[in-house]
């Protein structure tokens, strides 16, 4: 460990590093701001759909000297919402920058088992992360077909459809490095003492969600080449025979299938729901155990409701297939399969309700982050249920209902469980807290605003107003009744987006005090915790590896004088 | 829970056969939503006021003991279980199983294209003509209907307008020119992709007369706008503007209807003929 120390430069320190602590701050930084770049083009989206053809106020001049969101621009940015916020956002957040940072800090390892993988998993991510936007700037501008990319439409788009594909094998690739890291990671250089049932529930959701990247991954790399070569080279895996655009016969048409692409898609992006909700899963339940100072209610019954939840997640994906002209049997096992996979998610989200029976619970800013990510994320949960059964969703496929249904599980739910996380290990990386004030001002503006926009949501959802409509819904007399709703979301988006500066103010001045040598700020018992400074030592983590001999969430255990009991305490 | 339903914001018309069967399971599973929603609230706010820090300085390590919520799981699991053998198995079997074919039956193709609707009828023979990619002229054959086929001699298209007998099973053959669409209906409660290179049986029977819903919606933001045919999957740059109209007629309405497009399209023969004349 310490030879490591001796040849460092500033450049291999911080940059080119392969200390897993380092490779997760900039996993961390450039996801956050990936995520503020995907919420400011909601945030012109919105004013688009609030104010249709009207001028863009402030930096309308980006889209042209009429400076109106014309549709083609309007499906870029839809398009490239959704792919900056999952792919270039969330997941890089909390897999990427959560799970490399505290994973081998809370199994008491030096480092991840592959320090080379895990630096070139970071770099591919950021390199698929600028060919992604280097889309905007092709002829045509960026991808236009919805992140889902449904052929032939995505087919016989401009060229930024190309860019986006090449951008997602970038990505696709770094997930795949990081996650055969996480596995072996977490089943070979667990601390002694550190058994299965010892490991935070933390620990489990990125081992778990590492299967389904590593699994679910590949069909979709797969058909993104498919789909370049039906753009370059002139092949027809999505087309098939007899297609007019514009009027002109398409002559490479002939023998592919759309639906094709639509399965191994799905059969990715099922999966990626589970891979955003789990890590949040783990965040939640850490901060919850701490600040109800008792274990949390069920830890055996969390860990098999997630592993369950997995493997699940691989038998549903055509569940968002129902109106492609599904038959009886696939509907049925689909349906099947969807209604089980909401009983580990009701199991989950009781046991952490449970968890707080008997608890002392201390409202602090990452708590109050985590209290609000379960009934956000029951009604993210609960809102799929309609979406699951092919009868109701005649009705509600594809409107804002589903718009509502899978924000309220991402937005509120999986991003406030990142923001918790934020707060609560803030004092781990840095040595220094952030100010409870501006974080308790963040997350109450924050609560009322995610509400704002995704609410409303559901009731247009229910009078069947379509998504992706360039104008809200303006030509639709079905949408006449609702449409007013559009400028609430749109104020509650952008007041949500001003709510923000309490965090970047927050992040900012915490940044210039001094550190304040507090180790353990929260009283926990993990590893990560206990057993290294805050921040860790450099590379290696811990003066000496740690020995495990208990579970990790003996919090108030009778007879014991503190209200925790460390994971390395004997006895 | 449907008059909630409706008050907030699923259009009060269900104006199909099927309609209010789709109606009825939304309103089930809302049932079953709000029931766990609020059983978890309760719970939820009861929890958090009554184990405060300064209520409950010391937490109890051995938390909650009893097994009520694996009851409560169970429960859901039966919900389920007989929403998905009860409603939605039968609801999608009738869907797909029950496609109508008998004599009463109206027949009509739909095809999306961006960014239109083109809607196809046999005529009097019944049987739709040949249609061939070649022959897709955007101006005057846009579906490519080959007149020198004798069943597509007396076949009619539209564009946008799709007009339909009320009380009478229809029967939509959907397909597309170029990209995905979906046709959506929504005050009928009808969805369905139009997929590239396959041709969907989608199928429905309107219970409202356009006329009679016109006097519903009386008073309503949508006084005065018909039913409308809605693109409900994002086809490129003229998606959000790809409406079509749809006419239900009573069954006198609808003969006359179709005479007036027969005449039509003698009428266009006539000009057809003297072109190839002279």
């Given amino acids: 460990m310490s030879d490591n120390h001796t040849k460092e430069t500033f450049f291999t320190k911080y940059i080119w590093s392969i200390d897993h602590k380092v490779i997760g701050i900039q996993y961390g930084i450039t996801a956050l701001l990936w995520l503020l770049v995907g919420f400011g083009l909601m945030m012109v989206m919105r004013y688009q759909l609030a104010y249709p053809d009207t001028q863009i106020p ?20 839809g398009a490239m919402h959704g792919t900056i916020m999952i792919f270039l956002g969330v997941v890089p957040l909390a897999f990427g920058a959560f799970g490399n940072y505290l994973v081998p800090l809370q199994i008491g390892a030096i480092d991840m088992a592959f320090p080379r993988l895990n630096a070139a998993s970071y770099w591919t991510y950021f390199l698929g992360s600028i060919i992604m936007v280097v889309g905007f700037f092709v002829p045509g501008g960026a991808a236009n077909s919805g992140w889902t990319s449904y052929p032939p439409l995505a087919d016989v788009a401009t060229a930024g459809q190309t860019v986006w594909l090449l951008g997602m094998v970038m990505l696709i690739t770094s997930s795949l490095l990081g996650s055969v890291n996480i596995m072996v990671t977490v089943i070979q250089l667990r601390a002694e003492g550190m058994t299965w049932f010892r490991l935070p529930i933390f620990v489990w959701t990125q081992f778990i969600t590492a299967f389904l990247l590593l699994l679910a991954f590949p069909p979709l790399e797969a058909a993104g080449i498919l789909q370049l070569m039906d753009r370059l080279a002139g092949t027809s895996f999505f087309l098939p025979t007899g297609l007019v655009v514009s009027g002109e016969v398409l002559t490479n048409a002939g023998g592919g299938s759309p639906l094709l692409w639509q399965h191994l898609f799905w059969f990715l992006a ?4 589970y891979v955003l909700i789990l890590p949040a899963f783990g965040i939640i339940s850490e901060i919850i155990a701490n600040n109800t100072r008792k274990p949390l209610s069920g830890y055996k019954s969390l860990v098999y409701a997630m592993t369950f939840l997995g493997f699940m997640s691989f038998v549903v994906w ?10 009886t049997t696939m509907g049925a096992f689909f349906q099947t399969t969807t209604m089980i996979i909401s009983i580990p998610s009701v199991v989950i989200l009781t046991a952490l309700l449970l968890s707080l029976w008997g608890g002392s619970i201390r409202f602090n800013t990452p708590m109050l982050f985590a209290l609000a990510f379960l009934p956000m994320f029951g009604i993210g949960g609960l809102t799929g249920l309609p979406l699951g059964l092919a009868a109701a969703d005649i009705h509600l496929h594809d409107t804002y209902y589903v718009i509502g249904h899978f924000h309220y599980v991402v937005a509120p739910g999986t991003l406030f469980a990142l923001f918790a996380g934020v707060y609560f290990w803030f004092p781990k990386v840095t ?31 229910l009078a069947g107003v379509s998504r992706r409509l360039a104008d809200g819904g303006q030509a639709y007399a079905h949408a006449a009744d609702v449409i007013y709703l559009n400028e609430i979301m749109s104020w509650s988006a952008w007041l949500l987006g001003m709510a923000q500066l309490f965090f970047i103010a927050n992040v900012v001045l915490t940044l210039f005090k001094a550190r304040t040598g507090e180790i353990n700020p929260w009283n926990a018992t993990t590893i990560d915790w206990t057993e290294t400074t805050s921040p860790p030592l450099g590379h290696g983590n811990f003066e000496k590896i740690p ?25 | 829970m449907l008059e ?47 184990f405060r820090e300064s209520k409950n300085p010391k937490a109890d390590y051995g938390g909650i003991k009893n097994h009520y919520s694996s009851y409560a799981e169970a429960g859901v699991a039966l919900i389920e279980i007989a929403l998905l053998f009860g409603f939605a198995f039968p609801i999608w079997a009738s869907r797909i199983n029950d496609v109508p074919q008998g004599p009463d039956t109206v027949q009509i193709r739909v095809i999306g294209q961006q960014f239109a609707w083109n809607i196809h009828y046999p005529g009097d ?52 020119k170029d990209v995905i669409h979906n046709f959506k209906l929504p005050e009928l409660r009808v969805s369905q992709d139009a997929i590239s290179g396959m041709q969907i049986p989608v199928w429905f029977e309107a219970t409202m007369t356009s006329e009679e819903f016109l006097e519903q919606s009386v008073g309503t933001g949508r006084e005065g706008k018909g039913f409308q045919i809605a693109c409900a999957q994002l086809c490129g740059l003229g998606h959000s503007k790809m409406v079509g109209y749809m006419t239900v007629h009573d069954d006198e309405g609808y003969s006359n209807w179709l005479e007036e497009q027969k005449e039509y399209l003698l009428e266009e023969d006539e000009d057809d003929w003297g072109d190839d004349e002279w």
């Fill in chain 1, 431 to 461: 040595g220094k807290s952030l100010n409870e004030s501006l974080g308790k001002l963040h997350f109450y503006f924050s609560f009322i605003f995610m509400n704002g926009v995704f609410m409303p949501m559901f009731i247009q959802g």
């Fill in chain 2, 4 to 50: 909630v339903l409706r008050k907030l914001g699923l259009p009060s018309v269900s104006a199909s056969t099927q309609g209010p069967s789709i109606d009825n399971i939304i309103s089930m599973v809302h049932w079953l939503m709000l029931v766990l929603f609020v059983g978890w609230g309760i719970f939820f706010i009861y929890t958090l006021l009554r």
């Fill in chain 2, 125 to 176: 023979d019944g049987v739709f003509g040949k249609t061939d990619v070649n022959l897709v002229n955007e101006q005057d054959n846009p579906i490519g209907i080959d007149r020198s086929d004798d069943f597509a001699k007396d076949d009619i298209w539209t564009i946008n307008q799709l007009h339909i007998p009320v009380n009478t099973p229809v029967n939509i053959l959907l397909s597309t």
């Fill in chain 1, 318 to 327: 055509a569940h968002h297939m129902y109106l492609t002209g599904m038959g």
């Fill in chain 1, 270 to 273: 099922h999966p990626e729901v």
């Fill in chain 1, 547 to 571: 020995v495990v001999y208990r579970g990790p969430y003996e919090y108030s255990v009778p007879g014991s004088k503190i209200d925790f009991t460390p994971q390395t305490e004997k006895g």
């Fill in chain 1, 58 to 77: 402030f930096i309308g001049w980006i889209f042209g000297e009429d400076k109106l969101l014309l549709p083609e621009k309007y499906n870029s940015l």
